[in-house]
């Protein structure tokens, strides 16, 4: 029963790196998001996906890529990490065939800083 | 637009208080989804309700009740005799759109004495 998983849940990097982190459900859920989570802000989507190898933009998607080759994963790229990426970042899913109204499920988090 | 607004940043009781916490959206579609989720302090987010826009009837589980008024574009959320155990983030969120994704509020932070 493993549901979402996110990897890894803390990780430090330095300001112009790649970092990656991944996400992995057990439901075969059809969409999957990634949200970050800011003092101030709230949660915020960042990308979301309605399957596989289907992604689009959410409200704050610069500086982040995403793929979707299987259904299962969703990793989130960091191209060239910056200080203000630093930040919780969320994976989540749901079962989306009617996309409205699905309870969406959200992984434990991963904890980014970038110094 | 839609928006949710949660106007209470922090709040704290003494544990077996009443505690209400208030929740407002905005939205124009006609059908649309209401969330409540909890986040402790170990960090994950719990979900706990969902409620969609034609079920107007008061929710109760547990301590927990919920009150869905579409009149004042309200979902509030009711722990009754609190404890130390409900100390968290508890967020609200909306979903109508296409997307499928959630628009959350800010959360309200709920403190829990002992």
């Known amino acids: 029963d493993a549901g979402i998983t996110q990897s890894p849940r803390y990780k430090i990097t330095e300001t112009g790196r790649q970092v990656t982190l991944m996400c992995h459900q057990t439901?075969?859920?059809?969409?999957m998001f990634w949200y970050r989570q800011d003092l101030g802000h709230g949660l915020r989507l960042i990308y979301y996906?309605?399957?596989?190898?289907?992604?689009d933009k959410g409200e704050v998607p610069d500086g982040y890529v995403v793929s979707r080759s299987k259904t299962e994963n969703f990793p989130l790229t960091l191209e060239s990490a910056t200080r203000s990426q630093t930040s919780v970042y969320f994976c989540a899913s749901s079962r989306g065939a009617d996309r409205a109204g699905n309870t969406i499920y959200f992984g434990e988090g991963s904890w980014l800083t970038v110094v | 637009a839609q928006k949710v607004t949660q106007a209470q940043t922090e709040i704290s009781v003494v544990e077996k208080e009443d505690v209400t916490l208030d929740c407002v959206y905005e939205?124009?579609?006609?059908?649309?989804?209401l969330f409540w989720y909890k986040q402790p302090p170990s960090g994950e987010l719990v979900f706990l309700i969902r409620r969609n826009s034609f079920d107007e009837q008061n929710e109760i589980s547990g301590r927990y009740s919920w009150n869905f008024q579409k009149s004042t574009s309200s979902f509030n959320f009711t722990i009754t005799a609190s404890q130390v155990v409900d100390s968290a983030v508890y967020f609200c969120?909306?979903?109508?759109?296409?997307?499928?994704?959630?628009?959350f509020g800010k959360g309200t932070k709920l403190s829990v004495k002992p």
């Open positions: 439901w075969s859920h059809s969409y």
């Open positions: 969120a909306l979903n109508g759109g296409s997307q499928g994704n959630l628009i």
């Open positions: 996906s309605a399957a596989a190898d289907i992604t």
């Open positions: 939205t124009r579609d006609t059908t649309y989804y």
